[in-house]
C-alpha cells in the first residue's frame, strides 16, 4: 500500500476530515510565520507527571522558544537570575512572563489562562496587534479552547502551532501509533504487542508474549517517558500461571489509575543495543515537507528505560539511514493527516540489526528542547553537546543566582576550547536539587569529560 492509500484509509477509519473541522479556524498556516507567539508547557492530558519531583517548574522550558516580544505561560514564579540569565547570557531577547493560578490542577495552566481576567485579558491585547500564535507542549483539547476564547473575545486572528486534537491523540496515543506505522510501512517495524481492555485478556496476552523473549511489558497508551511502563521478567510471570498473571495486570491497572474502557498494551519487551530518537518539524500546508532535525541517542534509566537526557547520535551510516528512511515516511503520513510542528519519534536497534518504532512522541520533550536552543546559540552549525537531568541532594536549597557562581565563566564563554554548560528548567533546584544542563564540547569525549567530571567538580560535588 502506497503512503497517500494509507493515509486515505486510516484518515477514513478514524473520520479525520470530520473531527478537523471544529479547529479549522484556528489551524496554523504558513503565512503565520513571524507572528508574535504566546507559548505554554501545559502538561494536563499527560498522566503521572505529578509524580515527577519540582514538575510544575517544568513550564519554564517554554522560556527557551521564546523568542523577542513573546509571552510564556508558568503556574510558578520564575527563578530570581534566570530572565535576566536567558536574555543576557543566551541571548534570547525580552520575554514576558503570564503567571496563572491553575487552583485544582498545576498543570493545567491553558484552562487557567481562561478563568484569569487579567490573563486573559493580555491575551486580547496581543492578539489585537496583528495576531497571536499559540505554540503548546502539546496541542490537547484545552489549547485550542483557549485560542478559541482569545478569538471570541477580540474577532482577531488567532492560530495554533499544534496539531489540532484528532491528529495530536494520533500521534501520541501508543495503539493509535502503532496502526499507523502498520498501515505505511506494513508489519514487523514495531514490537510484537496485544492490546485489550479486559484484565484477563491482558494476563493471557502477557503469557503469550512471555514464550517469545526474557521480558514482557505493560503500557499505559498516553503516558510520557515509560511513567506508565512496567517491565516483568518472562521466566517468573510464567511460574505464576494465568492467575498469578492476572493478578499482576490487576495491580498494573490499579497503580496507574485506569478507569476500564481504555486499551492497555502488553508488549513484548526487546533488548536494544540503542534507542535513538528522530526529531522532525512538520510544517503546515504549503510550508514544505517534513525536515529532519537530528538522530539522537536517548539516555535512559531503570528497567522501564526512563528518559533523563540525549546526545546527537554516534549510530552507524547505514542505521541512522534505515531509522531516518522509516521515521520520514511516518513523518509524510502524518502531516497529511494534519499535524503541525514539533514531532519525534522513538526507536529501538535490536541485536540483530532490525530498527523498530516505540512509540510517537507528537510535543516538545526532553530532546527537542535542549535541541532547539543549542541550534538556536550556534546557527552556524550544532557544536558536540549532551542534554540531561542533573540530580544531587547536596544541591538543595541552591539558588540559581548561587549556581551560576559555582559555575562561573563555563556558562558565557562561547569561544573558549575548555567547554561550556547551558542551563534550564532551573525551578526545581532549590527544593529538589535539580536542574537540566547541555554541556558543550570539541568532541564527544571531551563532552562526556564535561558533564561527568567537570560539572560535578565545579559545583562542589567532587569527581
Not at 143 to 153: K, R, S
Not at 285 to 309: K, N, S
Not at 401 to 416: I, K, M, N, P, Y
Not at 445 to 450: D, G, T
Request: hydrophobic share 40%; net charge negative; proline share 5%.
Amino acid at each position: 500500500m502506497t503512503v497517500d492509500a494509507a493515509v486515505a484509509d486510516f484518515r477514513d477509519r478514524l473520520d479525520v476530515e470530520r473531527r478537523l473541522r471544529p479547529f479549522e479556524a484556528f489551524r496554523y498556516r504558513a503565512s503565520d510565520a513571524g507572528t508574535r507567539a504566546v507559548h505554554l508547557d501545559d502538561f494536563a492530558a499527560i498522566p503521572f507527571l505529578d509524580g515527577v519531583s519540582g514538575v510544575e517548574h517544568y513550564q519554564h522550558r517554554a522560556r527557551l522558544r521564546a523568542r523577542g516580544g513573546d509571552s510564556y505561560v508558568a503556574s510558578t514564579p520564575g527563578s530570581a537570575g534566570y530572565e535576566r540569565y536567558c536574555r543576557e547570557v543566551l541571548g534570547l531577547g525580552a520575554a514576558e512572563l503570564l503567571e496563572v493560578d491553575p487552583a485544582g490542577d498545576r498543570l493545567a495552566i491553558a484552562r487557567a489562562c481562561m478563568e484569569n481576567r487579567a490573563v486573559l485579558d493580555r491575551l486580547g491585547t496581543l492578539a489585537r496587534r496583528g495576531g497571536l500564535v499559540v505554540e503548546p507542549f502539546l496541542g490537547a483539547e484545552a489549547i485550542w479552547d483557549l485560542a478559541a476564547a482569545v478569538a471570541a473575545e477580540t474577532g482577531a486572528r488567532v492560530r495554533v502551532l499544534a496539531p489540532p486534537p484528532p491528529v495530536t491523540w494520533i500521534a501520541n496515543d501508543k495503539a493509535d501509533f502503532e496502526d499507523l506505522v502498520t498501515a505505511v510501512l506494513g508489519p514487523g517495524f514495531l514490537p510484537e504487542s496485544r492490546r485489550s481492555a479486559s484484565p484477563e485478556a491482558l494476563a493471557r496476552a502477557l503469557l503469550e508474549l512471555s514464550e517469545t523473549g526474557p521480558s514482557v511489558a505493560l503500557k499505559r497508551l498516553r503516558c510520557a517517558s515509560a511513567m506508565g511502563n512496567e517491565v516483568f521478567e518472562s521466566a517468573a510471570l510464567r511460574r505464576r500461571g494465568l492467575s498469578g498473571a492476572l493478578e499482576i495486570v490487576r495491580g498494573f491497572l490499579e497503580r496507574t489509575g485506569w478507569e476500564g474502557g481504555e486499551d492497555v498494551l502488553a508488549v513484548r519487551w526487546e533488548q536494544a543495543t540503542s534507542s535513538p530518537s528522530t526529531q522532525w518539524w512538520l510544517p503546515p500546508p504549503g510550508g514544505g515537507e517534513p525536515t529532519l532535525d537530528g538522530v539522537y541517542e536517548q539516555i535512559l534509566a531503570g528497567e522501564e528505560g526512563v528518559f533523563v537526557g540525549s546526545r546527537p547520535s554516534g549510530l552507524a551510516a547505514e542505521v541512522e539511514e534505515r531509522i531516518v528512511l522509516q521515521s520520514g515516511q511516518v513523518a509524510d503520513a502524518l502531516q497529511r493527516l494534519g499535524y503541525v510542528g514539533r514531532c519525534s519519534f522513538d526507536h529501538l536497534v535490536l541485536a540483530d540489526g532490525r530498527v523498530v518504532f516505540t512509540e510517537c512522541n507528537g510535543r516538545w520533550g526532553g530532546t527537542s528542547t535542549p535541541m532547539s536552543l543549542v541550534d538556536r546559540l550556534y546557527p552556524g552549525g550544532r557544536p558536540r553537546y549532551q542534554a540531561q537531568a542533573f540530580v544531587h541532594p547536596e544541591l538543595t536549597g541552591l539558588t540559581f543566582r548561587q549556581l551560576l557562581a559555582r559555575l562561573g565563566d563555563a556558562v558565557d564563554d562561547r569561544g573558549s576550547a575548555a567547554g561550556r554548560f547551558l542551563l534550564y528548567n532551573v525551578g526545581p533546584l532549590e527544593q529538589f536539587g535539580k536542574f537540566d544542563v547541555v554541556a558543550l564540547g570539541s568532541s564527544r569525549a571531551h563532552v562526556e569529560e564535561l558533564m561527568t567530571r567537570e560539572l560535578p567538580r565545579r559545583l562542589g560535588l567532587g569527581a
